[in-house]
């Protein structure tokens, strides 16, 4: 059986000290492939680093709307609001093995909407410069980022990380050729909307995700989660859709590399 994280952030300072034995791990539980996305400017070298000491972890970069306070604006590009680290992501972009734009998306806790819209949005041109998808952040944001994709319709498609939301919205998604995050969000019985959405589209809209070393499974709270429960989120999976863990396995393994390209 081959599993793949699809969303986890193994450059964090939570795995300093552990991070082969993370991945050693993972791979007993049938974990052989990681994706891990930059969040800032300020740990993209940390990511790139990840894949060339790893083979099986790839990368994405991208600006995260909880990091923008991270982002610096020179002061000569003040006026039109451009980001250094766009130029920069832009660089990398062109000369780094990565396999999206993201972490990025809108996230309404944080006060500063308009930035993160425009920022958002500059990261969807990229990627349909690129030709990558985009592994999207929401929080409370699903109706703003269908309001960015009709101004900037994304053409190759991502992930919808962690997704929580109704039918609708996922149908939308879906419809531009996004995939639906699923981690540890699945294992929670009160997450009733989820789960029925999930119901509703089956596997071959879903990938497997654990936000490591947050957003841990059901009965887990409290501790750091790591790629090895991606496992536990499969098997949640599996008894959600009536089906085998195997199945659920082959096709979210499948829909992870047609997505990405591996």
């Known amino acids: 059986m081959q599993l793949i994280d699809s969303h986890c952030h193994l450059d964090f300072s939570d795995f300093e000290d552990d991070l082969n034995s993370v991945i050693k791990r993972a791979n007993q539980h049938g974990i052989d492939s990681f994706i891990v996305p930059g969040v800032a400017k300020t740990n993209w070298s940390k990511v790139t680093k990840l894949t060339q000491r790893f083979d099986n972890v790839y990368c994405a970069y991208g600006i995260h709307?909880?990091?923008?306070?991270?982002?610096?604006?020179?002061?000569?590009?003040?006026?039109?609001?451009?980001?250094?680290?766009?130029?920069?992501?832009?660089?990398?972009?062109?000369?780094?093995?990565?396999?999206?734009?993201?972490?990025?998306?809108?996230?309404?806790?944080?006060?500063?909407?308009?930035?993160?819209?425009?920022?958002?949005?500059?990261?969807?041109?990229?990627?349909?410069?690129?030709?990558?998808?985009?592994?999207?952040?929401?929080?409370?944001?699903?109706?703003?980022?269908?309001?960015?994709?009709?101004?900037?319709?994304?053409?190759?498609?991502?992930?919808?990380?962690?997704?929580?939301?109704?039918?609708?919205?996922?149908?939308?998604?879906?419809?531009?050729?996004?995939?639906?995050?699923?981690?540890?969000?699945?294992t929670y019985e009160r997450a009733t909307k989820t789960r029925a959405t999930i119901i509703k589209f089956g596997l071959s809209h879903i990938v497997l995700e654990t936000d490591s070393p947050d957003m841990p499974l059901s009965g887990q709270q409290g501790t750091r989660n790591e790629p090895k429960n991606i496992y536990g989120v499969a098997k949640a999976l599996a008894e959600l859709l009536e089906c085998s863990i195997d199945d659920v396995a082959t096709t979210t393994t499948e829909n992870v590399k047609r997505l990405f390209s591996l």
């Open 65 to 186: 709307p909880l990091f923008l306070k991270d982002s610096v604006i020179s002061e000569s590009e003040q006026n039109d609001g451009c980001f250094d680290d766009l130029t920069v992501l832009e660089n990398l972009l062109q000369n780094e093995p990565c396999i999206a734009v993201g972490e990025c998306g809108l996230d309404a806790t944080v006060d500063n909407m308009p930035l993160q819209q425009q920022v958002f949005k500059a990261q969807i041109e990229l990627a349909n410069k690129y030709n990558k998808p985009l592994i999207v952040h929401h929080r409370k944001t699903h109706h703003l980022i269908q309001q960015c994709f009709k101004q900037i319709k994304p053409l190759n498609g991502g992930v919808i990380h962690a997704f929580s939301g109704n039918l609708q919205e996922a149908q939308k998604y879906i419809e531009l050729g996004f995939k639906l995050g699923v981690g540890g969000g699945v």
